[in-house]
């Protein structure tokens, strides 16, 4: 039985009873207008007994949307569709925090009134796009003014202030995966020669604007920021992306944030330097950043016990684990075996692998 993992942990004010986080999962099971439904409080609420619960990305706009069925945390319906989710966690026993999300250019003018997505620079990325029409090719974003970046940062603060009215603890803002804050920080996205663009301290700009802006929102005992140092991820790489990280998260250090969380890489890093490898990451960034750290992708009991004994973390986040195991922390202390989750179903829209796992 893991020990580490099932003793209580200080979140910023919360007391945590244990340091199995589930981590956020898209499962788009929002309404198509972005309003979280009742099945989304049934989903959450079953799985209260995690240390903490960071709720799925959410947008923090319109601008900020390019998936179909994904919630949103700026209207009046969307703040009330939350808050009967917070309501059935907390009745539960739980704690909960929401994910604040701006894909940026992996969006389409589907989402947008047939107008182009924004990202820091004009860049095409390779891929394609998820719609309620289907799946449609990428389109070259429009590079952001400076004004509009700044409203940008407006948005995520009252997205944090909406996120608090809605009953969550906190917020996680959304710093990885290839987004838009991720589309700041690495080179291969941003081509700016403004205050915002060139060197890794301007790059880092807009992350450090944002996450200034929820401190000054919300505090910063209630924020929490997600990196994927590793994560190519979305076509955005980085020429140096040790030397990035290593500043960006060197300088997190002055925010006293709620926590960091970072991410194991989930593809194919092998021609990264061996520290942002599988397993090398967390270590090698626990190494500069003081506070709470919190670690994600493919851990399993044994792995995040011996993560937290070694003391390369203080927290373990879970993603598709807490997807088929609702009692996933009551299966850890017992050693029961883990139901398999099934991916068919993992951004369908009913309860069929959502709300049916016992």
Known sequence: ??????????????????????????????????????????????RASAGLIIAEACNISRQGTGYPFTPGIYTEEM?????????????????????????????HPYYHGG??????????????IKTPEGIKDTVLPRALEIKEIHNIIQDYGQAAANAIEAGFDGVEVHGANGYLIDQFLQDATNKRVDEYGGSMENRSRFLFEVISEVTRRIGAARTGLRLSPSGIKLDVSDKDPVGLF??????LNEYKLAYLHIMEPYVDVSHLPHYLQDRE????????????LMTNVGFDAESGEKTLREGHADLIAYGKAFISNPDLVQKFRTGAPLTPWDTETFYTQGEKGYNDYE
């Open 281 to 292: 990451i967390t270590p090698f960034f626990r190494k500069i950043y003081r506070g709470t």
């Open 79 to 107: 703040i009330e569709g939350w808050r009967a989710v917070t309501a059935a966690v907390h009745d539960a026993g739980g704690r909960i925090y929401l994910q604040l999300w701006h894909v940026g250019r992996h969006s």
């Open 246 to 251: 290593s500043y960006v998260i060197d300088k």
């Open 1 to 46: 039985m893991p020990v580490m993992l099932l003793t209580p942990f200080q979140l910023g004010k919360i007391m945590l009873p244990n340091r199995i986080i589930m981590a956020p999962l898209t499962r788009s099971r929002a309404t198509i207008e972005g309003v979280p439904t009742p099945m989304m409080a049934e989903h959450y609420s079953k």
């Open 115 to 128: 107008k182009a997505p924004v990202a820091p620079s004009a860049i095409l990325e390779d891929g394609s």
